[in-house]
């Protein structure tokens, strides 16, 4: 089943901590968001495997944007 992961704040892409096709682990930072000089992770809610991502570092987001899909296991 897809999951959309969402940001979490309103922030900036500072680093983007996973590929495409990579598996992660429930836990395991995906993209971590910088906002107020502050590093914000995101992290993956279920055990899976990186299907999309939407944004590159650098880029703006807003609280509640899809910024990745990820399939669950």
């Not at 959309?4 to 968001?33: F, P």
Request: aromatic fraction near 2%; glycine fraction near 6%.
């Amino acid at each position: 089943m897809a999951e959309e992961i969402e940001a979490h704040i309103t922030g900036t892409v500072w680093k983007i901590e996973v590929e495409i096709g990579e598996e992660v682990e429930e836990e395991d930072t995906l993209i971590i968001l910088e906002s107020m000089k502050m590093e914000m992770p995101i992290e993956a809610p279920c055990d899976g495997t990186v299907k999309e991502i939407r944004i590159k570092e650098g880029d703006a987001v807003e609280e509640g944007q899809v910024v990745l899909i990820m399939e669950a296991d």
